[in-house]
């Protein structure tokens, strides 16, 4: 449990940190790319557009939600996003480079 707990704090910290990118850099679209439960959505100003991407469907009102395998290209366009994020995805892709 104590491991649990100390991995869920890490996590949320990593997402504050993410956010806090967010607002330096003044992204207003921004990508999720494993956007999980929707997490980030906490700590992002409500005038900050959110699209999410993970492989399992997600009901988040501040997300524009794709159901998306990241081995396939994207469904966006080049240059769409100011600010493309990936908390805690890569080591969850076996070939992370075409990702990238």
């Known amino acids: 449990m104590k491991f649990i707990k100390k991995t869920f704090y890490y996590y949320l910290n ?5 956010a806090r990118y967010i607002h330096r850099y003044d992204c207003k ?3 999720d790319i ?7 959505a906490k700590y992002i100003d409500e ?7 993970d492989i399992k469907p997600i009901q ?10 990241l ?4 469904p966006f366009p080049s240059g769409f996003f100011d600010c493309v994020v990936a908390n805690a ?4 892709i076996p070939d ?3 990702v990238l």
């Open 14 to 18: 990593r997402t504050y940190n993410v």
């Open 29 to 31: 679209k921004v990508l």
């Open 34 to 40: 494993g956007c999980g439960t929707g997490e980030l």
């Open 47 to 53: 005038n900050v557009k959110l699209w999410g991407l």
């Open 60 to 69: 988040h009102k501040r997300y524009n939600f794709t159901k998306h395998d």
């Open 71 to 74: 081995n396939d290209p994207f």
């Open 89 to 92: 995805v890569l080591e969850h």
């Open 96 to 98: 992370f480079t075409n």
